[in-house]
């Protein structure tokens, strides 16, 4: 299931934190970064999908 996580996260970051951790601090600051930079948002997710 994480490699699927993983591959969503590359397509649209916030939906791969959002399917690890809910919504909760973690998703809202992955939707900023993303806003901010899409690579940002793409690091920050995968880091909380391997992180847990």
């Given at each position: 299931m994480d490699?699927?996580?993983i591959l969503l996260s590359i397509l649209l970051p916030p939906?791969?934190?959002f399917l690890q951790v809910g919504i909760g601090l973690q998703f809202?600051?992955?939707i900023v970064l993303?806003?901010?930079g899409y690579i940002p948002g793409i690091?920050?997710?995968i880091w909380i999908i391997t992180r847990r």
């Open positions: 490699i699927l996580r939906l791969g934190v809202w600051i992955n993303t806003l901010l690091i920050h997710a």
